[in-house]
């Protein structure tokens, strides 16, 4: 089956640090989301990405959809204590009325105050 | 408006017990999709269905039943509970397939014993 490359797995940063996160597939993808999973609750989508080179902010973070359309990157700036869970990032195949997403294994970050 | 809301959070099985998780959503969606959430893994599509009584598979369906009579309720049923369906269970909606982001639940941790 499909599968999305996220990396790095895990991270461990300093508060105030940037982060910086990606996705990477063998297939090309017409949607990029990217989702933040704290414990025990499910996925929350930050930030979804339909263009190829569209890069998207909300907030601190930013994400870019890849011009080959088989990658994505989240970058957060100046993390806090309460940015630590998994982040997951999904991608979409075409056509998009098939709907189905495909997830990253997530990268879980860990911030120290 | 309550989302997605899925039920129970927490059960515990023996081998060979079935039992039916459920999942409802009150924002008039037309796809919903159950995913299987395991450490290291992501979460893998288990079924989807794009509308009531459109059902399909998913990437990891087997041992999975599900049926869609309504566009709010769309439950999984575990047949016969084996330890390897331990797992976190995640259902997910959106107002259309495609270039929606998905809604998610909160989750139900399911222990085969």
């Known amino acids: 089956g499909q599968q999305l490359n996220q990396s790095p797995q895990s991270m461990f940063i300093q508060e105030g640090e940037d982060v910086s996160m990606n996705c990477t597939s063998s297939?090309?993808?017409?949607?990029w989301l990217w989702y933040k999973q704290d414990p025990g609750e499910g996925p929350v989508l930050l930030i979804a990405?339909?263009?190829?080179?569209e890069l998207t902010s909300n907030g601190r973070l930013t994400a870019q959809f890849g011009i080959t359309r088989k990658d994505s990157f989240l970058n957060i700036s100046a993390s806090i204590p309460s940015d630590v869970g998994i982040y997951f990032c999904?991608?979409?195949?075409?056509?998009?009325?098939?709907?189905?997403?495909?997830f990253g294994k997530g990268t879980k970050l860990s911030v120290k105050p | 408006n309550a989302g997605v809301t899925q039920t129970p959070k927490f059960q515990v099985l023996k081998t060979g017990q079935s039992m039916t998780l459920q999942c409802a959503q009150d924002m008039n969606h037309e796809y919903m999709s159950w995913y299987r959430q395991d450490p290291g893994m992501g979460l893998r599509l288990i079924h989807y269905?794009?509308?009531?009584?459109?059902?399909d598979q998913g990437e990891v369906p087997n041992g999975y039943n599900v049926s869609r009579s309504t566009t709010e309720d769309f439950p999984l049923r575990l047949l016969s509970a084996a330890p390897s369906q331990t797992s976190v269970y995640f259902c997910a909606s959106s107002y259309r397939s495609g270039n929606y982001g998905y809604t998610f639940g909160s989750g139900t941790r399911l222990t085969v014993v």
């Open positions: 269905s794009v509308g009531a009584g459109i059902t």
């Open positions: 990405l339909y263009k190829a080179g």
């Open positions: 999904a991608g979409q195949l075409f056509p998009r009325s098939q709907g189905n997403l495909i």
């Open positions: 297939s090309i993808f017409n949607t």
